[in-house]
C-alpha cells in the first residue's frame, strides 16, 4: 500500500483541477456539465492508470460543485474512488481581451482497494486568464498549486499511515461553444523524487 500513496493524491490534483469549470463559465452563468477523464503517471517504476467521469453544477459562474467516480490501476492492483470537490471563484477581472479568474478549491477522496482504503483531502488556490479567440471559441491557462493529505488503512490493521503532500500543475483549456477540451501537468516531490501525472479531459456544458 505505501507504493499506492503519491498515486491518488495526484489524481485528486488532476482531478480536482479538471473539475473546477466556474472559470469557463462567465459572471453570472449557471449550469450543469459532465466530463470525461483520463491520466497516467509513473510512480516507483510502476504505470499508473485513472479513468472515470465527473457530473458538475456551477452557480453565477463563481461556485462548481462535482463529484469525480473513478478507477485507478496499475501493475499489480486497482481500486474505485468517489471524490466530491468544490471550487469557489472569488474575483473575476473581465476586460476586452479576456477574463482573470482567482479562486480556491477542495477535494476529498474515498478509495477502496483490495489491500485497503486510501483517503486523501487536500485544497489549494488557483488562477486562471481565460482569452476570447473567436465567437465562441475561448482558451484559458492557468495553474494550481494543492496542499494534501494522505491516510493509508490497510486491511486486517489497525494501524494507519498518513503523510501529507504537496502537488502543483497547469492545465490549458479550449472551449468550443459548449465543448471543452482540457490538458494537463500535475507534479509532487516525494523523498527527493519528482513525479509527474498527464490529464486529459473532454466536456460538455448542457
Known amino acids: 500500500m505505501d507504493k499506492l500513496i503519491l498515486l491518488p493524491l495526484l489524481s485528486l490534483f488532476v482531478f480536482s483541477n479538471l473539475n473546477a469549470q466556474n472559470y469557463i463559465f462567465e459572471e453570472g452563468q449557471s449550469g450543469f456539465s459532465l466530463s470525461g477523464?483520463?491520466?497516467?503517471?509513473?510512480?516507483?517504476?510502476r504505470t499508473n492508470s485513472t479513468y472515470g467521469f465527473t457530473p458538475m453544477y456551477t452557480i453565477n459562474g463563481r461556485y462548481t460543485f462535482?463529484?469525480?467516480?473513478?478507477?485507478?490501476?496499475?501493475?499489480?492492483?486497482?481500486?474505485?474512488?468517489?471524490?466530491?470537490?468544490?471550487?469557489?471563484?472569488?474575483?473575476?477581472?473581465?476586460s476586452d481581451s479576456g477574463t482573470l479568474n482567482i479562486g480556491v478549491f477542495g477535494s476529498?477522496?474515498?478509495?477502496?482497494?483490495?489491500?485497503?482504503?486510501?483517503?486523501?483531502?487536500?485544497?489549494?488556490?488557483s488562477l486562471n486568464y481565460q482569452f476570447?479567440?473567436?465567437?465562441?471559441?475561448?482558451?484559458?491557462?492557468?495553474?494550481?498549486?494543492?496542499?494534501?493529505?494522505?491516510?493509508?488503512?490497510?486491511?486486517?490493521?489497525?494501524?494507519?499511515?498518513?503523510?501529507?503532500q504537496n502537488a502543483y500543475g497547469f492545465s490549458a483549456n479550449l472551449l468550443l461553444n459548449k465543448f471543452y477540451f482540457e490538458p494537463s501537468i500535475a507534479m509532487a516531490d516525494r523523498e527527493g523524487?519528482?513525479?509527474?501525472?498527464?490529464?486529459v479531459t473532454l466536456g460538455y456544458i448542457f
Open 37 to 45: 477523464f483520463y491520466s497516467t503517471a509513473t510512480v516507483n517504476k
Open 66 to 94: 462535482g463529484l469525480s467516480i473513478y478507477k485507478n490501476s496499475s501493475e499489480d492492483e486497482s481500486g474505485t474512488a468517489f471524490t466530491p470537490t468544490i471550487s469557489y471563484v472569488f474575483l473575476k477581472i473581465a
Open 108 to 125: 476529498y477522496s474515498f478509495e477502496s482497494y483490495d489491500a485497503g482504503k486510501i483517503n486523501t483531502s487536500g485544497i489549494g488556490p
Open 132 to 164: 476570447k479567440l473567436n465567437e465562441g471559441v475561448k482558451l484559458s491557462i492557468g495553474g494550481r498549486y494543492f496542499f494534501g493529505s494522505t491516510k493509508v488503512t490497510p486491511n486486517y490493521s489497525d494501524v494507519s499511515v498518513s503523510i501529507d
Open 193 to 199: 523524487n519528482n513525479h509527474i501525472a498527464y490529464g
